[in-house]
T-cell receptor, first 114, second 112 residues
Framework: AQSVTQPDIHITVSEGASLELRCNYSYGATPYLFWYVQSPGQGLQLLLKYFSGDTLVQGIKGFEAEFKRSQSSFNLRKPSVHWSDAAEYFCAVAPGDTGNQFYFGTGTSLTVIP | EAGVTQFPSHSVIEKGQTVTLRCDPISGHDNLYWYRRVMGKEIKFLLHFVKESKQDESGMPNNRFLAERTGGTYSTLKVQPAELEDSGVYFC??????????FGPGTRLTVT
């Protein structure tokens, strides 16, 4: 079955520290990959996406993600976290061959401490 | 440009009652999607409209859920009668291009 795994339910980091949020997926082919962020009271905002090409993609707010085909992973990174990054982060996959629906992970809640 | 809007932001109803959620997509977006997140679980696809037609409703949990999209503009999702397990956050998204989905803030539904 198709699935997206975000193994970390909750992460706490200090402001200024680096961040890596993990995402693994299980699909036969290379799907389209996304990271979304949801701040309190807000909708899901697209941080970045990967369709093809360079496996390191840059997004908004200083985030980047690396697609690793051999590991079926698409981990999100940021070198220096800001207090405003506290939010919930969702990895999503669109298989492409089964319609336009997205499959999401369970989300990772990020707390940033001063 | 206005984003995807959803109404209400929060609804509390009793089991057995009816609730209607509304989504207004970004103007000009032909594709409209409904998703649901049950607490602690992943966000799950419910259905997809292309204009006023249901393209894919494979994620609709049962026949207590009815989605409509009038004239290819806004969409409503009705739950009748509501059950406790229907509680969660209902997200709407719209897109013009495939895989460029823009999400609304969600409607938090609580069934007591």
């Amino acid at each position: 079955a198709q699935s997206v795994t975000q193994p970390d339910i909750h992460i706490t980091v200090s402001e200024g520290a680096s961040l890596e949020l993990r995402c693994n997926y299980s699909y036969g082919a290379t799907p389209y990959l996304f990271w979304y962020v949801q701040s309190p009271g807000q909708g899901l905002q697209l941080l970045l996406k990967y369709f093809s090409g360079d496996t390191l993609v840059q997004g908004i707010k200083g985030f980047e993600a690396e697609f690793k085909r051999s590991q079926s992973s698409f981990n999100l990174r940021k070198p220096s976290v800001h207090w405003s990054d506290a939010a919930e982060y969702f990895c999503a996959v669109a298989p492409g061959d089964t319609g336009n629906q997205f499959y999401f992970g369970t989300g990772t809640s990020l707390t940033v401490i001063p | 440009e206005a984003g995807v809007t959803q109404f209400p932001s929060h609804s509390v109803i009793e089991k057995g009652q009816t609730v209607t959620l509304r989504c207004d997509p970004i103007s000009g977006h032909d594709n409209l999607y409904w998703y649901r997140r049950v607490m602690g679980k992943e966000i799950k696809f419910l259905l997809h409209f292309v204009k006023e037609s249901k393209q894919d409703e494979s994620g609709m949990p049962n026949n207590r859920f009815l989605a409509e999209r009038t004239g290819g503009t806004y969409s409503t999702l009705k739950v009748q009668p509501a059950e406790l397990e229907d509680s969660g956050v209902y997200f709407c998204a719209s897109s013009q291009l495939t895989y460029e989905q823009y999400f609304g803030p969600g409607t938090r539904l609580t069934v007591t």
